[in-house]
């Protein structure tokens, strides 16, 4: 006795965790019916279809109550009154549909085709098909429901419809390649000018076309009663998502900062104004990265460059290339004042004349600028130096209203700097105060630059940018070996 019950608690068991397509089969064979189980899932509802054959000892209402007596299924629908017929479950790991399909047949094809003719918006027949439906004597109410089912799981309205009806997708895609084309989006097109003259040129969009879909599917419907829909496809214009208005709003000045270089000998003058050439122009993609050696490349004399003075380990020497580091400093402050993200810069080994301490940018073969845009908008980036002062701006999505940064730099500490003597090799014509003087010397300092952000006129909050040392540049005086004055 022990033992029969111990077996009956092992069917029941192996009934309660078998798939649900196995439990199904089983369950019906035990109810004397025969059965085959369908293993095809719709991708789109998550459900299994069980097709049997009734026989004379079966009890449909039994068959019915096996699947309402199994906790994780979900009756679809139920045909279990015919003869023969389909019972359709799905689990509830996933969002049950017996909401939308509870009162629909369960797969039964219409006996006939629906004949569908399709018209173009002036008149004309453009295509007559024939499509079966997926489900048995549903209303033009019950279509809308699947349909609005399907779509709020992300189906257009074409895939949608195509689950009610076979073939309706195949048609609407073959329209579409006929009648549709897409929008055209707006154009700015960004050139070099003179400061005070317009950069920018804005090509309008153009309408794109495509077809009323849900229109189509909701005509395709209304023929279910007389199984014969007479679809008008109608065209709907659609506009391009970027408008020359947009454009505009979007490529507004942004911040800028200028230097000054009047002062400058001939050879510098010439690499500023070289390498802003090369900057002048560049457009910074959304999310894209601005690298300063790779925008103006090498600084060599086979390009252009000419020697001048460049400041070397805090002393200044002559090479190719001088006074290209005054355009990185002014490029750099201009990102800073723009509230770009500077992903690289690097102080010099000394201070330089034209911008206040921790606001300088070196550059070199073996060090970049490189800076990140952030503004979710394309970048241009405008470059002008007329030979007294190189101004570089940044045009595109503007700063905030009433938002303004003001760039603060603290000397926290001035390091003296000292005077080297030097003995007249016979180079140099010493005057008779018996010393000349090379050169001037510079002290160094240790400093702090900061951005303070304003609102409104207000301080909202100030954020440190970075810490640097600066070396001293020491004085240069040559004086004759017979000299014993001090200096």
């Known amino acids: 006795m022990l033992f029969k019950y111990f077996v009956i608690a092992l069917q029941i068991l192996a009934a309660l965790f078998a798939p649900p397509a196995r439990?199904?089969?089983?369950?019906?064979?035990?109810?004397?019916?025969?059965?085959?189980?369908?293993?095809?899932?719709?991708?789109?509802?998550?459900?299994?279809?069980?097709?049997?054959?009734?026989?004379?000892?079966a009890d449909a209402a039994y068959i019915t109550g096996l699947l309402k007596r199994r906790t994780n299924i979900d009756i679809v629908s139920d045909d279990s009154a015919e003869e023969t017929g389909r019972l359709t479950y799905a689990s509830y790991e996933r969002a049950p549909i017996a909401d939308c399909l509870g009162a629909v047949g369960g797969g039964y094809p219409f006996s006939a085709p629906?004949?569908?003719?399709?018209?173009?918006?002036?008149?004309?027949?453009?295509?007559?098909?024939?499509?079966?439906?997926?489900?048995r004597g549903i209303t033009r109410a019950e279509g809308m429901k699947i349909m609005r089912h399907f779509e709020t799981r992300g189906l257009g309205a074409v895939d949608a419809t195509a689950e009610i009806f076979n073939g309706?997708?195949?048609?609407?895609e073959k329209f579409r390649r006929e009648f549709c084309f897409p929008a055209k989006n707006a154009e700015v097109i960004f050139r070099?000018?003179?400061?005070?003259?317009s950069r920018f040129e804005y090509v309008e969009g153009e309408y794109g076309a495509a077809i009323d879909e849900r229109a189509a599917a909701a005509a395709l419907l209304d023929g279910i009663k007389t199984n014969d829909a007479e679809i008008?496809?109608?065209?709907l214009k659609i506009p391009p998502t970027l408008t020359a208005a947009k454009l505009r709003e979007i490529t507004k000045?942004?911040?800028?900062?200028?230097?000054?270089?009047?002062?400058?000998?001939?050879?510098?003058?010439?690499?500023?104004?070289?390498?802003?050439?090369?900057?002048?122009?560049?457009?910074?993609?959304a999310g894209g990265v601005f690298s300063f050696n790779e925008t103006v490349g090498k600084r060599t004399a086979d390009r252009g460059f000419k020697r001048a003075p460049v400041i070397f380990d805090g002393q200044l020497i002559e090479d190719i290339g001088g006074g290209v580091c005054q355009v990185s400093t002014t490029l750099y402050n201009a990102a800073?004042?723009?509230?770009?993200?500077?992903?690289?810069?690097?102080?010099?080994?000394?201070?330089?004349?034209?911008?206040?301490?921790?606001?300088?940018a070196m550059v070199s073969e073996f060090n970049?600028?490189?800076?990140?845009?952030?503004?979710?908008?394309?970048?241009?980036?405008c470059a002008y130096a007329d030979g007294a002062r190189l101004k570089i701006e940044f045009f595109g999505k503007p700063m905030d209203r009433g938002v303004e940064i003001r760039l603060r730099s603290e000397v926290r500490e001035v390091i003296k700097h000292t005077d080297s003597v030097i003995i007249n090799d016979g180079s140099h014509e010493i005057p008779e105060s018996g010393a000349l003087r090379l050169s001037n010397g510079a002290n160094g300092c240790v400093s702090e630059g900061y951005a303070d952000y304003y609102s409104g006129g207000a301080l909202v909050r100030s954020q440190k940018i970075r810490g640097d040392i600066y070396k001293p540049m020491n004085g240069i005086i040559v004086k004759n070996a017979s000299s014993s004055e001090a200096f």
């Open 23 to 57: 439990f199904l089969e089983r369950a019906l064979k035990n109810a004397g019916t025969s059965a085959y189980v369908s293993e095809r899932f719709s991708k789109y509802t998550n459900a299994k279809t069980v097709s049997y054959t009734l026989t004379e000892n």
């Open 168 to 172: 309706f997708k195949g048609d609407i």
């Open 336 to 360: 800073l004042y723009a509230d770009l993200e500077i992903l690289h810069a690097k102080r010099h080994s000394s201070m330089v004349g034209y911008v206040r301490p921790s606001f300088d």
């Open 253 to 285: 000045r942004r911040a800028g900062f200028s230097t000054g270089y009047g002062n400058s000998k001939p050879e510098r003058k010439f690499n500023i104004e070289l390498a802003a050439k090369y900057i002048d122009g560049t457009v910074i993609p």
């Open 232 to 235: 008008t496809l109608k065209i």
């Open 192 to 197: 070099s000018a003179k400061e005070g003259m």
């Open 114 to 135: 629906m004949r569908v003719s399709y018209y173009g918006e002036s008149g004309g027949l453009l295509k007559r098909s024939a499509y079966y439906c997926n489900y």
């Open 368 to 381: 970049d600028l490189t800076i990140g845009n952030n503004t979710g908008c394309p970048l241009y980036v």
